[in-house]
């Protein structure tokens, strides 16, 4: 190998890894080491603290409700928004007159910011004007503020999510869908298969690995997309919609402990990767890249 | 073909449009109330009457016009520094035999599961050090190297045959001439991919411009939008709806023009 090539490659190389070191690897590293120090408080300068920072953590109500929390939200938009996005995917994989239209309706949320679907719904549940009060109130029911009161808070905003999410994996599901030979299905109408055995024996196991890699950015996204809690409920009330990402923000920035943010965050990396390993383990044999 | 009975039709068409429904209720009812007077918020009366008042009120409450311009500055620089960076880097990883070639590929691998957007904290000291809190420049900074722009675009300069590069070497071509005149031409799909994907993304994002901006110069949408739907003051639900609508409006309507092209461009985002 010649050694001018090698030269050539790490300049291109330079600029990019410059940055993705900078603004990635070592904040990651920094975040672990900051997590075993305490927070530097005016003149009382920064002392390593060891564990401390995990052991309050464990001790920190709000933070185990964070986890209880991001355990439930996840347990619901994770398997709602694949279900529904395999429904959407099966409907909309034939030929109809508006099937166009259909796919479009799926779709649109996904292109829309996080922060305006949360207004859109957050004026959806607005008790008094909201649609779903205005149905509550036709029934005679009494009007209800599910964003705002604790025991639907976070539900209301599993839903929000589920809705952003479920036309997006769709499009994985199609793709997958449109892979499926015919000759399967003419096969399968010769031996006279109904349509329910044709969909557990053919179409679910050659969808598989589409389903994993779905499932996989469906567990990375229940941990990550937070913006909408920003608007709807700002993790409340009483800490009934506080997600592990947002307890971060409020610890870091307003209430300023960086440590304890840095042990939060190390939380977060360590679910991250876990579902990155998944991944990788699972899914990345079985895609076929197109 | 599988038996399909008329029922079996019926059953799927209704649901197809049920679903349909279910899913476009909750932006067409924002559209509804943001195209008339706040009377008719909650009132559906085929005849109410439209207006654009409320995009005109919401444009005035709020220095809309600087967060827009705040956002375009803000994405054009990402995309082109994502660019200009992620095809070097693309094209050595793609073509060039070095030491140290693999490690760094996973390093960048890395950047796929542990994004800046988690590491606010740190990333914030940094820029506080680099003395950049509050500039468009300390949002965009940390997205400038896209560990998946690099890897889409290596996969697709792994595609290009051989025998494009020696014919131009033969021609006299430099590295960074081959690298122009070759692989940029014909990486352009793929580039116009990531840049869709791109684009949304960061008009789309919230949580890291939240954090690093805090004056009216900075702000890009998404922030502007957040503050002035949350300032408690009696704003009407049908102003609010307008600016939301305004905002978003760039990317609605991209993606209304060029469906396929958004459809298949995030589709490659998702595929890694």
């Given at each position: 190998m010649d050694r001018r090539t090698w030269i050539y490659a790490w300049l291109m190389l330079l600029p990019a890894l410059v940055f993705l070191i900078a603004f990635t690897h070592l904040p990651a590293v920094t975040t672990i080491i900051d997590s075993f120090w305490t927070t530097a408080k005016g003149r009382r300068a920064s002392t390593f603290a060891g564990l401390g920072n995990y052991e309050k953590m464990l001790a920190d109500p709000i933070f185990l409700k964070a986890m209880v929390n991001s355990a439930i939200y996840a347990a619901i938009t994770i398997p709602a928004s694949i279900l529904l996005a395999l429904g959407m995917a099966l409907l909309v994989n034939r030929p109809f007159r508006g099937v166009g239209l259909v796919r479009m309706a799926f779709f649109t949320p996904t292109v829309l910011p996080l922060i305006a679907v949360a207004n859109i719904w957050l004026f959806f549940y607005a008790p008094g004007f909201g649609l779903i009060d205005q149905i509550r109130l036709f029934f005679g029911l009494p009007s209800a503020n599910y964003a705002g009161q604790p025991a639907t808070a976070l539900y209301s905003v599993a839903v929000v999510t589920i809705w952003k999410e479920a036309g997006f994996f769709m499009i994985f599901f199609l793709a997958a869908l449109q892979t499926i030979p015919q000759s399967l299905r003419e096969a399968a109408a010769i031996e006279g298969c109904s349509r329910w055995t044709f969909f557990r024996r053919v179409t679910l196991p050659l969808i598989m690995p589409t389903t994993l890699f779905v499932s996989v950015n469906a567990v990375i996204n229940a941990f990550r997309l937070v913006d909408h809690v920003f608007v709807m409920t700002k993790g409340g009330?009483?800490?009934?919609?506080?997600l592990l990402l947002y307890y971060i923000f409020e610890t870091g920035f307003r209430f300023w402990d960086t440590a304890y943010a840095a042990a939060l965050t190390v939380v977060l990396i360590a679910i991250l990767f876990i579902a990155g390993i998944g991944q990788f383990l699972l899914v990345d044999r079985r895609v076929h890249y197109k | 073909m599988i038996r399909e009975t008329l029922f079996d039709r019926i059953l799927l068409r209704t649901a197809g449009a049920l679903l349909a429904l279910l899913w476009i209720v909750p932006l067409a009812y924002a559209v509804w109330a943001a195209f008339h007077p706040a009377a008719f918020e909650a009132r559906f009366e085929l005849l109410a009457p439209l207006t654009l008042d409320n995009f005109a009120s919401a444009w005035s409450q709020a220095p809309f016009a600087r967060y827009f311009l705040n956002t375009v500055l803000l994405v054009a620089m990402i995309l082109g520094a994502q660019l200009v960076l992620c095809t070097l880097a693309a094209f050595a990883f793609a073509r060039l035999e070095f030491p140290g070639k693999s490690v760094l590929f996973t390093l960048i691998l890395m950047q796929l599961l542990v994004m800046p957007d988690i590491l606010l904290v740190e990333n914030y000291k940094t820029m506080r050090a680099l003395g950049l809190v509050d500039t468009i420049l300390a949002i965009g900074l940390p997205y400038f190297a896209s560990g998946f722009a690099i890897f889409l675009l290596r996969q697709t300069f792994m595609t290009i045959p051989k025998e494009l590069d020696e014919a131009a070497r033969v021609e006299g071509c430099s590295l960074l001439g081959l690298l122009w005149r070759v692989y940029v031409p014909l990486g352009k799909p793929a580039m116009l991919a990531f840049a869709l994907v791109s684009v949304s993304h960061h008009w789309n994002n919230f949580l890291w411009p939240l954090i690093i901006t805090n004056s009216v110069e900075t702000r890009p949408l998404t922030v502007g939008l957040s503050i002035f739907a949350t300032?408690?003051?009696?704003?009407?639900w049908a102003v609010i709806n307008a600016a939301t609508l305004m905002t978003s409006a760039p990317l609605l309507i991209g993606f209304l023009l060029f469906q396929r092209q958004f459809v298949q461009s995030f589709m490659r985002a998702g595929i890694k």
């Open positions: 009330p009483d800490s009934a919609t506080m | 300032t408690d003051s009696g704003t009407e």
